[in-house]
């Protein structure tokens, strides 16, 4: 399921009420981690309002909007309060800027893995695309171009 989200436009707010907008990049079950790309802040848009204090006592404070856009941004998922699935939303690209102080973003770069099995996984359907059109042609075998020949 969350593979067929991949690509789409995703809004999630953190534990501290801060709302964030990207296109879903990865969903780690493992880890327990959303990854977005071109993502936007727009702040606690008030929800601090009638938040609790900090176990420290710190009241909740207003974090305001920003207009930097972040090219990759990971979250762990035991500090996401709220997550919805948008339809398909215009994007401006901007200029990468930190993003906002938040406990709940673990990284602002794409790892080198994510980014490896997100270049395997393009290949595999890369390859299965091929593969549905090889039936098509006389002479094959099963489609396979790895042998075995499809021994029956």
């Given at each position: 399921m969350s593979n067929a989200?991949?690509?789409?436009r995703i809004s999630l707010v953190s534990k501290k009420n801060i709302r964030y907008e990207g296109v879903l990049y990865s969903i780690n079950e493992t880890d327990a981690t959303v990854a977005l790309q071109n993502v936007r802040s727009f702040g606690t848009e008030g929800r601090e309002k009638g938040e609790p204090a900090a176990a420290d006592g710190t009241p909740a404070a207003f974090v305001p909007p920003s207009d930097a856009q972040h090219p990759y941004l990971l979250f762990r998922g035991c500090d996401i309060k709220d997550l919805h699935v948008h339809?398909?939303?215009?994007?401006?690209?901007?200029?990468?800027?930190?993003?906002?102080?938040?406990?709940?973003?673990?990284?602002?770069?794409?790892?080198?893995?994510?980014?490896?099995?997100?270049?395997?996984?393009?290949?595999?359907?890369?390859?299965?695309?091929?593969?549905?059109?090889?039936?098509?042609?006389?002479?094959?075998?099963?489609?396979?171009?790895?042998?075995?020949?499809?021994?029956?």
């Open positions: 989200l991949i690509g789409s339809e398909e939303a215009k994007e401006a690209p901007k200029k990468p800027q930190k993003p906002p102080e938040d406990p709940a973003i673990l990284s602002a770069e794409v790892p080198e893995e994510v980014k490896r099995q997100q270049a395997a996984a393009k290949e595999a359907a890369k390859k299965k695309t091929e593969e549905k059109k090889e039936p098509n042609k006389r002479g094959t075998r099963g489609g396979s171009r790895r042998g075995g020949g499809g021994g029956g």
